[in-house]
Nanobody, 124 residues
């Protein structure tokens, strides 16, 4: 099992920045990729970004390309999502997720472990 704990959410004005962190513990050696998803109010959970745990490969949703950056620190068993130029439509609960198998997938069903989520609110 892998446990994931997100932190860093909060309230920010449009145009501002936030940095989310995801601390992983447990059998982290089984993790192939770490992803971020979000669930806006009243909507389905959606893919944001994913990074391979052992290399620099990344993938982003079109809606966040050029504004968000995903990274990971293997030594610290952690991942981060740097969010810049935030917009009100970025308001959501953000979830960290881990996947055991190869592939930078965008479907939430392809991920095996999930954090509890952290709220990000962007005011206009």
């Amino acid at each position: 099992q892998v446990q994931l704990v997100e932190s860093g959410g909060g309230l920010v004005q449009a145009g501002g920045s936030l940095r989310l962190s995801c601390a992983a513990s447990g059998r982290t050696g089984s993790v192939y990729a770490m992803g971020w998803f979000r669930q806006p109010p009243g909507k389905e959970r959606e893919f944001v970004a994913v990074i391979s745990w052992g290399g620099p490969s990344t993938r982003y949703a079109d809606s966040v390309k050029g504004r968000f950056t995903i990274s990971r620190d293997n030594a610290k068993n952690s991942g981060t999502l740097q969010m810049n130029s935030l917009k009100p439509e970025d308001t959501a609960v953000y979830y960290c997720a881990a996947r055991r198998f190869a592939g930078l997938r965008t479907e939430s069903s392809e991920y095996d472990f999930w954090g509890q989520g952290t709220q990000v609110t962007v005011s206009s």
